[in-house]
């Protein structure tokens, strides 16, 4: 958590929607969005009725909403196809010619693919799929680096109705073999490498890594050259992207998909165990991510939209491809990294592009913020209209400067609250709506009935903090957990009768505006990214020295969170210097680089109750420098704590 409750409860600025945003806007006034945010809760049919009518059906539903907690379908009987709908529906119209994406590499290449040559590309790449054998319903796994063929690839699948699930391409070949595995993809597609911050990450080895052992379905692997490095081709099993695209042809009609259709399983963190499968479907996706970035973007065709996040994450899949293609944008990708060869890539890239809706990340704001003003000053910055803030709470410090140095007093803020499981944005104002207050997420999206509750699951006063929670369905909710349902029940339907429990504290004030706080479980978000505690302690006791782990958060100034580990070695094994950074290192090669250990100590034993549990509280006390407090009488060894606490080096 990288606020406290207390620190935003004396955040007294408020800032309007200036008259001039407002009157341009389609959501104009606080009154309009509390009309609109009635009629959606109290007739959602009607209401989620008329947004879905925008987007292209081949066949219509019959029943907007069928609910049997807790699985809810959207749409049920109707059909559409997303890629048709962030393709197809803008051919034959002004925006046939216009932008979908443009692209910028790390090295500096340029490229922009126009509506009519994305769907060109998509329908040649879905052919591809198909002469690979992908057919509708098949899991497909993409691990790429920001090209627009990461796009691409995933329109395809979707396409022809084949379910994707993109890896991020920090991850490590044991993450993507885990994945593959759960998911039992059929096919991957790769490219030999990536830039990041002048280097080439070697991602077609990681694959042939992943692949390397165990038993596994995945027949082929498509490789698209990227970085020009040199790679294995294993005859039989892998193919050039290039090569295949000259057997086909452009033409490929859109699959008419069930509304329920699992368009994409995306991995996430969670509190025990390995990552889970979120399951996503088409119809409820789709139109929450297209009213969200309707609404919350106010999205114009004069506009340069850029979201900053990679596709292997939610907000890649939601906000860079999916809401803005759907909406007919211009959507800005960019490959590297926002210091790669100065810290004024993302400022030159905002001038050159005359890119007017920036939406980035908490953690890269604090980033930026200690490079210094300087970087921001060499650049003309005045295109920009409307900024957003997405992934961990946004420190009030962080998000004055966000308004006042990249928004030049001028631009709303939208701080988007949502989830890998939401699908789309739940929780953020409308930007010629609501008045923002910094480090708020102000109000919930249509449609969407947030609360706070205590622990016995009833709802809390003005200002008290507790556990968010969502009362009713939203169509972009995930549908499952991939391949376990009881895990899905049991993970966000039984914390808090009724209620789809987020894992997130927060509170509300007396104007009704949710201040988020952080996980409340065993989930950290490590500069926006969420890292499961379990995950990092497995990863630790694979490693041959290890007897057992316990890893906490602390609060970081810059990722929001820094991830501490406690490590107890085997019996024989002693403390050598290089212990700890071989660790961090594994940590690194079984998950990626950004779940090592910022800390590692280590102890005779991990201070447990007598019962034998972990005292968590305890440890993230010692961690974050804290005295210890409260009550140890549990404890089974009060040396432990000594220990723990010296070895702060
Ligand atoms: C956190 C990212 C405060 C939260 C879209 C949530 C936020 C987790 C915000 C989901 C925000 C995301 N304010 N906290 N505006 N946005 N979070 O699944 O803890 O990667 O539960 O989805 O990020 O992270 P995920």
Request: net charge positive; with cysteine; hydrophobic share 40%.
């Amino acid at each position: 958590m990288s606020q406290s409750i207390e620190s935003h409860l004396n955040e007294k600025r408020v800032f309007k929607p200036t008259k001039q945003f407002s009157k341009a806007a389609r959501i104009q006034s606080l009154e309009q969005y509390r009309q609109m945010w009635e009629e959606s809760i109290k007739r959602p049919d009607k209401f989620w009725g008329r947004e879905a009518a925008e987007l292209q059906w081949q066949k219509k539903w019959t029943k907007v909403l069928d609910w049997k907690e807790p699985y809810a379908q959207w749409f049920v009987g109707g059909q559409i196809n997303v890629s048709e709908n962030c393709l197809d529906r803008h051919l034959n119209t002004v925006r046939q010619n216009k932008a979908a994406i443009i692209w910028e590499g790390e090295p500096g290449e340029k490229r922009v693919l126009t509506y009519q040559q994305l769907f060109r590309e998509v329908c040649r790449f879905a052919n591809v799929l198909k002469r690979n054998k992908v057919k509708k319903g098949d899991r497909v796994l993409i691990y790429m680096p920001m090209i627009p063929e990461a796009a691409v690839a995933m329109l395809a699948c979707a396409r022809i109705g084949a379910t994707h699930s993109v890896v991020f391409g920090g991850f490590s070949s044991d993450s993507i073999r885990d994945r593959i595995a759960d998911c039992k993809a059929k096919l991957v597609i790769t490219t030999d490498g990536g830039y990041r911050r002048g280097s080439i990450v070697p991602l077609k080895k990681n694959v042939d890594d992943a692949l390397r052992e165990g038993a596994h379905g995945v027949q082929k692997v498509i490789v698209y050259r990227r970085a020009g490095n040199e790679v294995h081709i294993e005859e039989g099993r892998d193919v050039w992207w290039h090569r295949e695209m000259d057997y086909v042809d452009g033409h490929c009609p859109a699959e008419a998909l069930d509304s329920e259709h699992p368009l994409f399983i995306l991995y996430t963190s969670g509190s025990t165990g390995k990552p889970k499968g979120i399951l996503h479907t088409t119809g409820g996706y789709l139109m929450q991510a297209y009213a969200t970035s309707k609404y919350v973007f106010d999205l114009r065709d004069e506009d340069v939209y850029w979201c900053t996040a990679d596709i292997g994450w939610v907000t890649g899949h939601s906000y860079v491809v999916y809401g803005p293609l759907a909406c007919g944008a211009t959507s800005l990708m960019y490959e590297g990294a926002p210091n790669w060869p100065e810290n004024d890539r993302f400022w030159r890239i905002i001038e050159e592009y005359s890119v007017s809706v920036f939406y980035t990340a908490p953690t890269a704001i604090r980033a930026f913020i200690r490079w210094g003003d300087q970087w921001v000053k060499k650049h003309d910055l005045s295109s920009l209209r409307l900024l957003g803030s997405v992934g961990e709470p946004i420190n009030p410090e962080a998000w004055m400067w966000y308004h006042q140095v990249i928004g030049g007093g001028r631009c709303p803020i939208v701080d988007t609250w949502w989830q890998t499981e939401t699908g789309a944005i739940m929780i953020t104002s409308l930007p010629g709506a609501v008045p923002t207050k910094p480090g708020s997420a102000t109000l919930p999206f249509f449609g969407v009935d947030p609360a706070i509750v205590d622990e016995k699951g009833q709802e809390v006063g003005p200002n008290v903090g507790g556990k968010l929670v969502i009362r009713k369905p939203w169509p972009s909710m995930l549908r499952s957990i991939y391949g376990d349902k009881a895990r899905y029940k049991k993970t966000y339907w039984s914390e808090v009768k009724g209620c789809y429990f987020a894992g997130d504290g927060a509170r509300r004030d007396k104007d009704g505006y949710f201040w988020i706080v952080g996980r409340i479980d065993d989930v950290l978000n490590v500069a926006g990214h969420r890292l499961g505690t379990s995950e990092v302690e497995s990863a630790l006791v694979s490693h041959p020295a290890v007897a057992e782990a316990a890893v906490v958060g602390r609060p970081d100034e810059l990722k929001g969170q820094g991830v501490v580990a406690f490590v107890v070695l085997k019996s024989g094994m002693i403390v050598e210097p290089h212990l700890r950074e071989e660790l961090r290192q594994h940590v690194g090669q079984v998950i990626g680089p950004i779940a090592k250990p910022d800390d590692v100590r280590f102890a005779d034993a991990l201070p447990k109750t007598r019962s034998g549990k972990i005292m968590r509280r305890l440890l993230k006390e010692i961690a974050s420098g804290k005295a210890v407090t409260g009550d140890t009488t549990t404890l089974e060894d009060l040396s432990i704590i000594a220990q723990l606490t010296a070895n702060n080096d």
